[in-house]
């Protein structure tokens, strides 16, 4: 067996993401201890069950000592308190890494309370589901998806290619790109669609033409994959987007834009105009599919949520 990228891995936080990392790490041999942390005893005894990790903590300094990797999986508005946490129990040499979606933010909330010697390497997976907690994660959740790599100015090359060869060894793919840069990527692939999905679903919540019950039954594919998204984690999309603010505000204005001009096309007939914006955006659902970021399926290509376990 090939030697682990790391010998230990603390992993601070066990929720959808932080449960696969811990679930490809033991599969794959890519780290020799894991330590799980989280806030409460039962997601805690959650963990312990289902054999995530080789010792458990609430609290995160214990998972981060010794660490030669650890990687922060919780909501983006926790990133300084944990950071404070973690810093004194951090050893010379070890990598700080996280998750978020979000980046800008994190680099200024965690780099001012790591001590000398010790590197953040942000990165973020870019996949998911939208089921939560430790029951949620699984091992093939990085296959073939994008994990972007942001360091910021002046980090140590060796720790970013340590970092990268984690990502790797869980199937990703890697782009490295600047912090700055990718929230602005985000803000469009990901933030306002989100946006939008949680004010559509909200919007059909406070119909009062269209019953509740007619929403359900009628909810064909577009309605049904907005509820898909607007299920995703509340705490964690709150802070995306208080988190990333300037970047949502710009790419939410150009789509301001952009409706209001659709808007228009249909009030004025303008058929022509609509069909050619169909077809472009047709050929950018095709695009995805050919990269093998997506199945042509109405489910979005997602696997089942997993069973929960105990009965």
């Given at each position: 067996m090939a030697e682990p990228e790391v010998e230990r891995l603390g992993l601070i936080g066990i929720g959808l993401i932080g449960s696969s990392i811990a679930r490809v790490a033991r599969a794959r041999g890519l780290a020799r201890h894991i330590a799980v942390q989280t806030r409460t005893p039962d997601t805690l005894a959650r963990a312990e069950t289902l054999e995530l990790g080789d010792s458990y903590s609430t609290d995160p300094a214990e998972a981060a000592r010794d660490s030669d990797l650890v990687i922060i999986c919780v909501p983006v508005g926790a990133y300084e308190g944990v950071a404070k946490a973690i810093g004194p129990a951090l050893k010379p040499g070890a990598i700080v890494s996280d998750v978020g979606s979000v980046k800008g933010s994190v680099v200024q909330q965690v780099v001012p309370h790591l001590p000398e010697g010790v590197d953040f390497v942000p990165a973020h997976p870019v996949a998911g589901t939208e089921h939560s907690g430790p029951e949620a994660g699984f091992a093939e959740l990085f296959d073939n998806r994008w994990c972007i790599v942001t360091p910021?100015?002046?980090?140590?090359?060796?720790?970013?290619?340590?970092?990268?060869?984690?990502?790797?060894?869980?199937?990703?793919?890697?782009?490295?790109?600047?912090?700055?840069?990718?929230?602005?990527?985000?803000?469009?692939?990901?933030?306002?669609?989100?946006?939008?999905?949680?004010?559509?679903?909200?919007?059909?919540?406070?119909?009062?033409?269209?019953?509740?019950?007619?929403?359900?039954?009628?909810?064909?594919?577009?309605?049904?994959?907005?509820?898909?998204?607007?299920?995703?984690?509340?705490?964690?999309?709150?802070?995306?987007?208080?988190?990333?603010?300037?970047?949502?505000?710009?790419?939410?204005?150009?789509?301001?834009?952009?409706?209001?001009?659709?808007?228009?096309?249909?009030?004025?007939?303008?058929?022509?105009?609509?069909?050619?914006?169909?077809?472009?955006?047709?050929?950018i659902r095709r695009g995805i599919i050919e990269a093998g970021q997506e199945i042509d399926a109405p489910d979005f290509g997602r696997r089942p949520p997993p069973p929960k376990s105990g009965g």
């Open positions: 910021p100015n002046g980090t140590e090359a060796e720790a970013i290619a340590r970092t990268i060869g984690f990502w790797r060894g869980c199937g990703s793919e890697v782009e490295v790109m600047t912090p700055e840069h990718h929230d602005l990527v985000l803000a469009i692939t990901s933030h306002v669609p989100h946006l939008i999905a949680y004010n559509i679903v909200g919007t059909a919540a406070h119909l009062e033409q269209v019953t509740e019950s007619e929403v359900m039954k009628f909810s064909a594919g577009g309605f049904r994959d907005f509820t898909r998204i607007a299920a995703s984690d509340p705490t964690m999309w709150r802070d995306v987007f208080l988190h990333n603010r300037e970047a949502v505000l710009e790419m939410l204005g150009r789509f301001t834009e952009d409706l209001t001009a659709l808007q228009r096309q249909i009030r004025y007939g303008e058929g022509d105009r609509l069909y050619e914006l169909f077809t472009r955006t047709r050929a």
